[in-house]
């Protein structure tokens, strides 16, 4: 097979870099809020259509303040939709970041996977005789299938 998708090698200034970066991140979204999996069900989402609908009657709001009662605060949503605004941006950026973090993930253990393959069986066709068997029968736990339960 002989795979090899990615050849990366970080230094460690790379990770301190990383590392340093992250941890600015991590910082500044201290404040951001954190749900769990019950509240993110339960709170109402704002796909693109209706995303139209809320910048559409938030601006009808702001130009018929009179019509709009005075518990709903029409100045917080515009605060909210401003800040959405400008933090989209960046949660393109980070998601695309973290895609490629996990593409090269993946990469990484798919030519580690495929070597570890390729060498096992080398290693169990010259395993015979050679002196590995004891080693071929460790890692050949891997792929030992236990008796399927009859149906």
Do not use: W
Request: proline share 4%; net charge neutral.
């Amino acid at each position: 097979m002989n795979q090899h998708l990615i050849s990366l090698s970080l230094s460690d200034n790379d990770l301190n870099d990383i590392d340093a970066a992250l941890k600015i991140l991590e910082d500044r979204f201290a404040g951001f809020l954190v749900l769990t999996p019950e509240e993110r069900r339960a709170i109402p989402k704002m796909g693109d259509k209706t995303e139209a609908f809320c910048r559409q009657t938030l601006t009808v709001s702001s130009q018929n303040t009179s019509a709009i009662p005075p518990g709903l605060d029409t100045a917080s949503a515009e605060a909210d939709l401003a800040t959405l605004d400008r933090l989209r941006p960046r949660l393109h950026r980070l998601r695309d970041l973290l895609s490629r973090a996990e593409d090269t993930d993946m990469a990484l253990g798919s030519d580690i996977y495929s070597f570890s393959l390729d060498a096992y069986a080398s290693l169990k066709i010259a395993g015979k005789g050679a002196g590995l068997e004891t080693l071929r029968q460790a890692m050949s736990v891997r792929f030992n299938r236990g008796a399927k339960p009859k149906t």
